[in-house]
């Protein structure tokens, strides 16, 4: 999954770097904004410890290079169920209980689903990326927008 986010941030003009192994997965960025994500895919929803590791390499990438960095949970989460079935009153993709530490560590959170509409707006070249850039950096918590589109 990581190299399929990896390919589609580099296609839309993020230049992504791949972390080392064991460190953070990629980092990104768009003009003078520099984004570091976390990629995970899951049978659940989101969870705390997705976030805590999220923050833990923050916190080591920015100790070590000395540049601040923005921090993005990006998650397939419910992934045996197709797209349409993944969220429903049984199964939410951000639990309440782990937005209080998002909200601290001021972290955005964007679902794969998500990144394919952003592609597509990409494709379809409808995509602002400057706009994008400034949504992921300035959001905490769930990115809003960008949902893809259901076929009739």
């Not at 540049?67 to 998650?75: D, T």
């Not at 992934?79 to 309440?96: A, F, G």
Request: overall charge positive; charged content about 30%; glycine content about 4%.
């Amino acid at each position: 999954m990581e190299k399929v986010v990896y390919q589609v941030l580099e296609e839309i003009g993020f230049n992504p770097i791949e972390g080392p192994i064991g460190k953070h997965d990629i980092v990104f960025n768009y003009k003078d904004k520099k984004l570091l994500a976390e990629i995970k895919g899951s049978t659940s929803s989101a969870s705390e410890s997705h976030i805590k590791q999220l923050h833990a390499k923050k916190t080591e990438y920015e100790s070590k290079e000395k540049k601040k960095v923005k921090s993005i949970l990006i998650i397939n989460p419910w992934r045996q169920y197709e797209p349409d079935e993944r969220e429903n009153k049984d199964r939410t993709i951000y639990p309440d209980a782990l937005l209080s530490l998002v909200k601290i560590w001021e972290i955005s959170m964007l679902t794969t689903m998500q990144l394919l509409e952003i592609y597509n707006l990409y494709l379809k070249k409808k995509l602002n990326k400057a706009k994008l850039t400034d949504t992921l950096f300035n959001t905490i918590g769930p990115v809003i927008g960008y949902v893809l589109k259901k076929k009739k």
